[in-house]
């Protein structure tokens, strides 16, 4: 008669795997995405620490569609991604000719770089720096011409610092650009129907019904007259 324990040992090897990091707390997907003649291989690295930074949004997918389909103009701009995330929408603004700053919180930032490192060939320009919003924009300059965001309009009580950011950071005939998920929960609507109008012209330049995503363009406010 054979041995039940020896039975009952050998088991688990064939029911679970023992493949290294299948049951780690995190793990790396890399992906790639077709815009404005580029392939953009970009590495989510999943996991606790990175939270929503990890992955790649719809937001910021229908934002660099947005700039395909519509021939945004990046050449000699000077631009800043906010809240980036894997970078994708300011590396693609990289390659379209922008002079380009990637940021986000300092947890974000590794992960930033490598998808720069692995995007972004030498000559261009795309730097990536750490900014957390209310807090050190002004060490940032005031005269960007394009603003960009995917995705961070989702947590309300950062909203008053998520415009003070933008108001600093946006030079007089710049532009901001913002992809967002209209999550109702989230209270997303309100910023741009109370905040962000308090300090720009705002319209709806696009909006993605299949994914609930809009994309809104907004402009500094000219100056009341005295």
């Keep these: 008669m054979a041995d039940p324990n020896a039975e009952a040992e050998s088991e688990p090897d064939s029911v679970f795997p023992r493949e290294i990091g299948l049951f780690a707390d995190s793990y790396s997907e890399k992906s790639r ?44 701009k000077k631009v800043i991604e906010l809240g980036a995330g894997t ?7 990289a390659l379209q000719g922008g002079n380009v700053t990637i940021t986000d919180l300092p947890l974000a930032l ?5 998808n720069v490192r692995a995007n972004v060939p030498a000559g261009s320009q795309a730097e990536v720096r750490a900014l957390s919003w209310g807090i050190d924009q002004h060490v940032f300059p005031g005269d960007y011409d394009l603003v ?12 008053p610092l998520l415009l003070g950011t933008l108001h600093h950071l946006c030079g007089p005939q710049g532009t901001i650009y913002l992809a967002s998920q209209m999550r109702e929960e989230h209270g997303t609507e309100s910023f741009f129907q109370q905040f962000l109008p308090q300090h720009f012209q705002l319209e709806l330049a696009q909006r993605d019904e299949d994914v609930n995503v809009n994309i809104y363009r907004a402009r500094r406010r000219e100056p009341r007259p005295a």
């Design 33 to 76: 995405f077709y815009f404005c003649g580029h392939v953009l291989s970009i590495t989510q690295n999943f996991g606790c620490s990175l939270g929503v930074a990890a992955r790649v949004w719809d937001s910021a997918l229908s934002l660099c569609n947005y700039f395909e389909s519509h021939n945004v103009d990046f050449r000699g």
């Design 87 to 93: 970078g994708i929408v300011g590396i693609l603004a």
């Design 110 to 114: 590794e992960q930033i770089q490598g």
């Design 148 to 159: 960009l965001g995917a995705d961070i309009v989702y947590l309300e009580p950062t909203f």
